[in-house]
């Protein structure tokens, strides 16, 4: 690098001490250093949030002149945003031109070289770990940063391309799928609980089809439109590949009459389904299944997934087409829904590692390669990018009012990762580098279908259930 340091950017020493400015976020709470040893839940492995520390290692010294300089040169890099940076000893280095929205404070050294080094995977690492802190609205300083660097990626240089660019995904064969999934979703039911809807638990993209619905009401929205989408009716089969912890089975059991087959590879998740429809008296209409999509039998009137193609993996598509389609009576209907994106690109490195292993959005043309290999003819493609910006801001103040009871269930670290995690996908839905595809098709020669939409649009979806 060669570039001089911006004469823009404005440096002030002498500012108040690291230790006095250690400032978080509105709903933080403070940073608790005797983090509990959670990796006894089952998470062996190194990488998983639950067994990474916290981190105090705050020095006082004075910044050097490069350091300074590296500063400067990562704010231009990334799109110069608003953004002031706060060094170790106090010492504060203005944006530019542009009054500065947010602070980011740096604890040492070292959390700067990795910033710039391997942002990507860096600034949730550091923001876990208590060595980087936010003075501002999280979701707001992160979709700022998400629409600067959009803006300034067009000008890298190659070499700048690759040092910050992601990784690929893991495996997501079947022995790997199932450790993926227990990576992120058995947590625990109780720590999904604090923070999901209170219906059904729903861990998906809500449908506020008006704005003053709540969380609950526009988790149940969702199910109706899907259902509604598939035309179900009174005795028809329906197969649903990641269940989750069961909620839109039991929905359309509950409120259409149908025969579900539910796979999911979660424990956890599965025996929570098959206690809430017990209790609900679904059982004989609904039937859990603790396996891999990939070993789903039989016909079905109709084939549904929500949220599961993020973890199939591009490579998987083919199969995946293979088994709807053999899957799908002559006229069933298959619906899934997806996080996709505008064009093809990885999973950041930090969700991919510590959050979400195995991740990959798919962009819509990658989706509909599944539907062309199937020979399916695609009847409706819906964007629902704003929607799932509602739910994941629902989600996190519903969060951040819980996280004194998140850290007493893990520890701090983990309760800043996931703050960091909702966070940024809100950020990314708003700033459109996330989309949410629902896509329904069927046989290419099926002619059994409704010449309009109109029959799902006929009546609010949150009617049914508000």
């Known amino acids: 690098m060669t570039a001089s340091l911006n004469s823009n950017v404005k440096v002030k020493k002498g500012a108040e001490s690291v230790n006095q400015n250690r400032v978080r976020n509105s709903a933080q709470g403070s940073v608790r250093t005797n983090a509990k040893n959670t990796s006894l839940r089952g998470h062996t492995d190194e990488n998983h949030i639950l067994n990474l ?3 105090d290692t705050h020095v006082d010294r004075a910044p050097h002149t490069y350091e300074r300089w590296l500063v400067a040169k990562l704010m231009r890099m990334a799109g110069s945003p608003p953004l002031r940076f706060r060094l170790w000893n106090g010492d504060v280095i203005e944006p530019g031109e542009e009054s500065a929205q947010f602070t980011l404070q740096l604890a040492d050294p070292k959390a700067l070289y990795s910033l710039v080094t391997n942002p990507n995977l860096a600034f949730g690492d550091l923001y876990s770990a208590g060595r980087l802190e936010i003075e501002g609205d999280l979701p707001d300083l992160m979709e700022t940063l998400y629409r600067a660097i959009h803006q300034a990626r067009e000008k890298w240089p190659r070499w700048l391309e690759a040092l910050w660019r992601n990784h690929p995904p893991r495996s997501t064969g079947m022995p790997e799928a199932r450790e993926n999934i227990h990576h992120h979703y058995d947590l625990g039911n109780d720590f999904y609980r604090l923070w999901l809807d209170q219906s059904e638990m729903q861990y998906t993209c809500a449908y506020y089809e008006r704005p003053e619905l709540s ?15 598939l035309r179900l009716k009174p005795g028809m089969t329906v197969v649903e590949a990641g269940c989750g912890w069961g909620g839109l089975a039991r929905y359309m059991a509950r409120n259409y ?5 539910a796979y999911n590879i979660s424990r956890e998740q599965i025996l929570y389904a098959r206690e809430q429809a017990r209790e609900q008296g679904l059982d004989t209409l609904i039937d859990y299944v603790e396996d891999d999509y990939r070993n789903i039998r039989g016909q079905y009137d109709a084939f549904v997934s929500v949220g599961m193609l993020e973890h199939v993996g591009k490579e998987n ?3 995946l087409s293979e088994l709807i389609k053999r899957t799908l009576k002559p006229e069933g209907m298959a619906l899934i829904h997806s996080i996709g994106r505008n064009r093809p690109m990885l999973m950041n490195s930090w969700i991919e590692k510590r959050i979400f292993p195995g991740a990959y959005p798919p ?3 990658e989706f509909m390669s599944l539907c062309e290999h199937g020979n399916f003819s695609v009847l409706d493609v819906e964007n629902l990018r704003l929607h799932y910006a509602r739910t994941l801001d629902d989600w996190l103040t519903r969060f951040n009012s819980v996280e004194a009871a998140v850290s007493e269930m893990y520890d701090e670290h983990f309760t800043r990762a996931w703050r960091m995690y909702l966070a940024g996908s809100i950020a990314a839905f708003r700033a459109g580098s996330l989309q949410l595809y629902q896509v329904l098709f069927t046989h290419g020669d099926n002619n059994e279908l409704p010449a309009t ?3 799902i649009y006929s009546s609010p979806a949150a009617s049914e259930n508000t």
Request: charged letters at 20%; one cysteine or more; aromatic letters at 4%.
């Open 317 to 319: 598509y083919p199969a």
């Open 257 to 261: 009459g149908v025969h579900v087959h």
């Open 215 to 229: 969380l609950e009401q526009a988790q149940l929205a969702k199910l109706e439109h899907i259902c509604r989408k």
């Open 53 to 55: 520390p916290l981190q």
């Open 363 to 365: 962009s819509i043309g």
């Open 453 to 455: 939409r109109q029959d």
